[in-house]
C-alpha cells in the first residue's frame, strides 16, 4: 500500500489567491520602513541608493531596520510571486471541473476577482522589488510609468470582465443570486480588485513628471476608485441587510473587514493623486487637510475592525479555522485587514500627525503610535505563515491508496 497526501489546499478555490495578496501586502509594510525612515530628498519614494547611502552612514537602528525591511520585501515578495503562479497553474485545472460551472452559476462567481485582485498586488510588489533592489532604476522610470500604466488597464479591463458576466447573469435573470447567502461582506471582492488596479493606476501620478503620464494616471485611477466606491457602497448595503435577516455567514465572517484594506488602497490612491495634482498642476492642500482626510478613513476602519471581530469571536472562527482543526481559504482574508491597518496608521503617522507638526519624527509619542502598526504586522506574518502550514502542509491524514 501507498499514501496519497492530501492538502487542505488540494480543494481549490479562487479565494487561494488572496494567499498571495496578503504576501503581497506584507512586503509592502516592510517597505514602510524605507518609504518613512530612510531619507530620499527630491523623490517621493526610497530607492536602492538612497538605502545604501542610509545604511552605510545610519544609526546602528537604522541600519538594523534596513535590514529587516530588505529581507523581508524579497521574503514575502518571492511569497507573493510564488502564490500568484501557484494559484494561476490551479485555477485553470479548476475552470475544467464541474465545480467551476457550479461556481460560475452561484454567488461565489465573484471570488474569481480574487485573481485580478492578487495581479494587481503583484505588480505592486515587483514595482517595490525594483526601487529596493535595482541600482539606477530612477534614470528609467519614466519609461516604467507607461508601461505600468498599460498593465494596469489590462488587469482593470479583466477585473471588469469578470464583473460583467457576473452582474450581467444576475441582473437579467430572476431569482438566480441567492439573498439568504448574501449575508457576509464577500459580495466586496470587486470593489477590492476595482481599488487595487486604482492605486497602481495613481502610483506614476505621485512619481512622474511628465504631465501626460501624471493626468492620464490621475483620470483613469479615478475611474477605477470611484467604480470601486460604488461597488463598495451598494454590495455592503444590500450584505448588511441579508446579515440582519439571516446573521453572518460563519466561514465567511473575515469579509466583515474587507472594508479595512479597500479604505487603505483608496487612502493612498487619493494621497497620489494629490501629490500629483500639486507638483504637476500646482494644486495646494495643507498638512492638517491631509491629516484630517487620514484620521476619516482610520476612523472608519477601526469601525469595521470592532465589528468583524466581534462577530468572529461571538461564532468562536480563530478557534475552528485559525487555531483549531478546522481549514476555510476564507481564512486567508484575516490577512488584508491587520495588513493594511498597518500601512495606513504609517502613513497616518508621517503623512498626518508629523507633517502637521502634531508629533515630532522619531519622539515618544511617534514610536507609541507606529508600535500599532509594528505589532499588526508581526501578527500577521506570523498569520500567513500559520494558515500556510494549515493550508499547504501535509495533513496527518492520509489517503490509501493501492499500490501498483
Not at 476608485?225 to 463598495?232: C, N
Not at 500577521?380 to 495533513?395: A, I, S
Request: proline share 4%; with cysteine.
Amino acid at each position: 500500500m501507498t499514501t496519497q497526501i492530501k492538502r487542505p489546499a488540494d480543494n481549490y478555490s479562487p479565494l487561494y489567491f488572496l494567499a498571495s495578496l496578503g504576501a503581497g501586502g506584507l512586503a509592502v509594510t516592510f517597505f514602510m520602513y524605507l518609504m518613512f525612515w530612510v531619507p530620499h530628498p527630491g523623490r517621493p519614494v526610497p530607492i536602492f541608493e538612497d538605502i545604501l547611502s542610509a545604511f552605510q552612514s545610519g544609526s546602528v537602528p537604522l541600519q538594523v531596520a534596513i535590514a529587516i525591511a530588505v529581507v523581508g520585501i524579497a521574503v514575502f515578495a518571492f511569497l507573493n510571486v510564488k502564490m500568484l503562479l501557484w494559484n494561476l497553474s490551479s485555477l485553470g485545472k479548476f475552470q475544467k471541473t464541474d465545480k467551476y460551472e457550479a461556481l460560475r452559476n452561484s454567488n461565489a462567481e465573484t471570488t474569481l476577482l480574487a485573481a485580478p485582485l492578487a495581479m494587481a498586488m503583484t505588480v505592486n510588489a515587483l514595482f517595490i522589488v525594483g526601487l529596493v533592489y535595482v541600482p539606477k532604476l530612477w534614470t528609467i522610470v519614466e519609461y516604467l510609468f507607461p508601461m505600468a500604466i498599460v498593465a494596469f488597464a489590462l488587469i482593470g479591463l479583466w477585473a471588469l470582465r469578470t464583473i460583467g458576466d457576473f452582474l450581467g447573469r444576475v441582473l437579467t435573470k430572476g431569482g438566480v443570486f441567492d439573498v439568504t447567502a448574501h449575508n457576509s461582506f464577500a459580495q466586496l471582492m470587486p470593489a477590492f480588485a476595482l481599488a487595487m488596479v486604482g492605486v497602481g493606476l495613481a502610483a506614476p501620478a505621485a512619481m512622474s513628471t511628465n504631465t501626460l503620464t501624471v493626468g492620464t494616471s490621475v483620470v483613469l485611477s479615478t475611474f477605477f476608485g470611484f467604480a470601486s466606491i460604488l461597488y463598495t457602497v451598494v454590495a455592503a448595503v444590500t450584505a448588511f441587510n441579508s446579515m440582519l435577516h439571516y446573521g453572518t455567514a460563519k466561514e465567511a465572517g473575515p469579509t466583515l473587514m474587507v472594508i479595512v484594506p479597500i479604505m487603505t488602497v483608496l487612502g493612498i490612491l487619493f494621497l497620489r493623486q494629490d501629490h500629483g495634482l500639486h507638483v504637476t498642476f500646482d494644486v495646494h492642500g495643507s498638512a492638517g487637510e491631509t491629516m484630517v482626510f487620514l484620521a476619516r478613513m482610520l476612523t472608519v476602519q477601526v469601525v469595521f475592525l470592532l465589528l468583524g471581530m466581534l462577530v468572529l469571536r461571538r461564532q468562536g472562527y480563530f478557534a475552528d479555522f485559525v487555531m483549531g482543526p478546522k481549514t476555510s481559504p476564507g481564512s486567508y482574508a484575516l490577512v488584508c485587514p491587520g495588513v493594511a491597518l498597518s500601512v495606513m496608521i504609517q502613513f497616518f503617522v508621517n503623512k498626518g500627525l508629523v507633517a502637521a507638526g502634531v508629533i515630532d519624527k522619531f519622539s515618544a509619542g511617534y514610536w507609541a503610535v507606529t508600535a500599532i502598526a509594528l505589532i499588526s504586522q508581526a501578527l500577521m506574518v506570523w498569520l500567513v505563515l500559520r494558515l500556510n502550514r494549515q493550508h499547504f502542509g501535509k495533513t496527518s491524514q492520509a489517503v490509501a491508496v493501492p499500490a501498483e
